[in-house]
């Protein structure tokens, strides 16, 4: 029995040995490690501003996006160009696409405004209150006629903003818009100004995947 054991012993130490003086081969083919080939993504920088706003039958300028893969230029290709002579909210895709068929994308929203006069001066800038809950919705003007506005459907933890349109007189909506990932709009169903052009209280049906169809009420603060 002992001889048996120091047998085994033995064998061990000498797989061991063997191991040990066995050296990794790290010469790998250029680009990989091993069988497994190495890549570098994209990353892509959209220049300019993130959101910009055009009045119908203006000029948009594209600021345009750049690419790099490591130290490496790669192509950008632009889609979803605004139609400068249809009022909506547009949204511009860049794609930037490395040599394996990896790609990076990157986003801009174009709103394209028509607004008449008796909108233009209006300022409905300022916070509102949702009925039900309290929950602000925030309005910031940022074109005539043009608001983005924070947590549209006074929805507590939501960080979604839009882009809504006041195009005549008290008249206001969500233009059909990729925001949050999701297409949104909305159905305006009465405003009701205040003085000199500013808006007391408004309410609105919002369309949209994570949004009930319920109408939904809201007083400046």
Same mark, same amino acid.
């Given at each position: ?22 050296? /990794? /081969? ?15 993504? =994209? ?5 300019? /501003? ?12 594209? =600021? ?7 130290? &490496? ?22 794609? &930037? ?13 174009? &709103?394209?405004? !028509?607004? /008449? ?7 409905? !800038? ?17 074109? =005539? ?5 924070? $947590? ?22 969500? =233009? ?8 949104? @709009?909305? @159905? ?12 007391? !209280? ?5 369309? $949209? ?7 939904? @009420?809201?007083?400046?603060?």
């Amino acid at each position: 029995m002992k001889k048996y054991i120091k047998y085994v012993g033995l064998v061990l130490v000498g797989v061991l040995a063997f191991s040990c003086n066995k050296k /990794d /081969d790290f010469n790998y083919k250029t680009g990989y490690v091993g069988i497994s080939k190495i890549t570098t993504y =994209p990353i892509i920088t959209v220049a300019g /501003d993130p959101y910009i706003y055009v009045a119908k039958g203006g000029t948009y300028t594209d =600021p345009g996006a750049t690419a790099k893969a490591g130290t &490496a230029d790669v192509k950008v290709v632009a889609t979803g160009l605004p139609d400068v002579n249809t009022a909506g909210v547009y949204t511009e895709t860049y794609t &930037a696409t490395n040599t394996d068929g990896f790609a990076a994308t990157g986003t801009r929203t174009i &709103a394209v405004y !028509s607004t /008449d006069a008796t909108a233009a001066a209006n300022d409905y !800038s300022g916070s509102y209150a949702r009925s039900t809950n309290g929950s602000l919705a925030v309005w910031t003007k940022v074109a =005539p006629g043009v608001y983005s506005v924070f $947590n549209p459907g006074g929805a507590p933890g939501t960080n979604l903003t839009v882009i809504v349109f006041n195009p005549t007189g008290s008249k206001i909506f969500i =233009p059909a818009q990729i925001a949050g990932g999701n297409a949104t @709009s909305s @159905s305006t169903e009465s405003t009701v100004t205040g003085p000199g052009g500013t808006l007391a !209280s408004y309410m609105m049906v919002i369309i $949209n995947p994570g949004y009930g169809g319920s109408l939904r @009420s809201f007083a400046k603060q």
